[in-house]
């Protein structure tokens, strides 16, 4: 297929977006939407913004369907894009759990948002069906993948996602954030403990609550904490884009969590067993 070509055939791939549509009387302005860009492939311009991509949020659910959504963060190019087909990202030693990598080996569907809340302002969705693979072995094949800086660390795992569908994800709900000052960061809260920031470690035997010396959770890349904190250019806050008074009424540190939760809701998309891509209401519209 021609790579300018949408795939209006692949849309939309669940009964729940046609019933919608149709009571709501969006079926015809879906339909447009469906033929002018969801692709199956990463176009070029696409390939280039993940490039640049520090976060992506995952969207992923094991056999039964249920889901789990979580937060994949790294140097720009830590996903990287193999093909027009293809996309890979790092899994580094953690807590153990493997939530994300323990669903994709039951439902290999997984749903993926990248946002620009700095410059462009805009997101991108993409869907398909992942596998893990060992560092080494995807190594073999693609030579020229990132490699770790710090030293002695090199991921586990990557996970490899074949693109089914990759669309736009408007600005139009996408808060826009600014890189703060270096001398406007706000000091860190003392944690609880070490690895349990939200108190909830049960007893001094139990190690389910949160990261070890092991390293940091599964849930993010490693280094990417490190990252954040090491380099004050990339702490953002939100600018007056939010609603009028809401910055006043909620306080920075509510506003940068509330912009978190506006990606992450967006990933609640998250395809059941027997479907072939993540799908939800009209694709790209806020939904």
Same mark, same amino acid.
């Given at each position: 297929?021609?790579?300018?070509?949408?795939?209006?055939?692949?849309?939309?791939?669940?009964?729940?977006?046609?019933?919608?549509?149709?009571?709501?009387?969006?079926?015809?302005?879906?339909?447009?939407?469906?033929?002018?860009?969801?692709?199956?492939?990463?176009?070029?311009?696409?390939?280039?913004?993940?490039?640049?991509?520090?976060?992506?949020?995952?969207?992923?659910?094991?056999?039964?369907?249920?889901?789990?959504?979580?937060?994949?963060?790294?140097?720009?190019?830590?996903?990287?894009?193999?093909?027009?087909?293809?996309?890979?990202?790092?899994?580094?030693?953690?807590?153990?759990?493997?939530?994300?990598?323990?669903?994709?080996?039951?439902?290999?569907?997984?749903?993926?948002?990248?946002?620009?809340?700095?410059?462009?302002?805009?997101?991108?969705?993409?869907?398909?069906?992942?596998?893990?693979?060992?560092?080494?072995?995807?190594?073999?094949?693609?030579?020229?993948?990132?490699?770790?800086?710090?030293?002695?660390?090199?991921?586990?795992?990557?996970?490899?996602?074949?693109?089914?569908?990759?669309?736009?994800?408007?600005?139009?709900?996408?808060?826009?954030?600014?890189?703060?000052?270096?001398?406007?960061?706000?000091?860190?809260?003392?944690?609880?403990?070490?690895?349990?920031?939200?108190?909830?470690?049960?007893?001094?035997?139990?190690?389910?609550?949160?990261?070890?010396?092991?390293?940091?959770?599964?849930?993010?890349?490693?280094?990417?904490?490190?990252?954040?904190?090491?380099?004050?250019?990339?702490?953002?806050?939100?600018?007056?884009?939010?609603?009028?008074?809401?910055?006043?009424?909620?306080?920075?540190?509510?506003?940068?969590?509330?912009?978190?939760?506006?990606?992450?809701?967006?990933?609640?998309?998250?395809?059941? %067993?027997?479907?072939?891509? %993540?799908?939800?209401?009209?694709?790209?519209?806020?939904?």
């Amino acid at each position: 297929m021609d790579d300018t070509m949408s795939r209006s055939d692949l849309a939309p791939q669940s009964s729940g977006e046609r019933t919608l549509q149709d009571l709501l009387g969006t079926r015809d302005r879906a339909q447009r939407f469906y033929e002018r860009q969801v692709l199956d492939h990463l176009s070029e311009p696409m390939r280039q913004f993940i490039g640049q991509q520090q976060m992506m949020f995952v969207a992923t659910s094991d056999a039964r369907g249920t889901c789990d959504s979580t937060l994949r963060a790294g140097p720009p190019g830590f996903v990287a894009v193999l093909d027009a087909h293809r996309l890979a990202w790092p899994e580094y030693r953690g807590n153990g759990v493997m939530a994300s990598r323990g669903n994709i080996i039951e439902n290999p569907h997984v749903g993926l948002l990248f946002v620009d809340f700095v410059r462009d302002v805009i997101g991108l969705h993409v869907n398909g069906s992942a596998t893990v693979v060992d560092d080494r072995d995807l190594r073999r094949d693609f030579p020229t993948l990132p490699v770790d800086t710090n030293p002695g660390r090199r991921p586990e795992q990557w996970v490899v996602t074949e693109v089914e569908e990759a669309y736009i994800h408007c600005a139009k709900f996408i808060p826009r954030l600014y890189p703060a000052p270096a001398g406007d960061l706000h000091p860190a809260p003392a944690m609880q403990a070490k690895g349990d920031y939200f108190a909830v470690t049960r007893g001094a035997d139990d190690d389910g609550g949160g990261p070890s010396a092991d390293g940091p959770t599964d849930h993010v890349a490693a280094g990417s904490v490190k990252i954040l904190r090491e380099d004050p250019s990339l702490t953002c806050r939100a600018t007056s884009t939010l609603p009028p008074g809401a910055e006043e009424a909620a306080g920075r540190a509510d506003i940068l969590a509330a912009a978190a939760i506006v990606a992450v809701r967006q990933l609640v998309r998250v395809a059941l %067993p027997g479907r072939r891509s %993540p799908a939800g209401a009209v694709r790209g519209q806020g939904s």
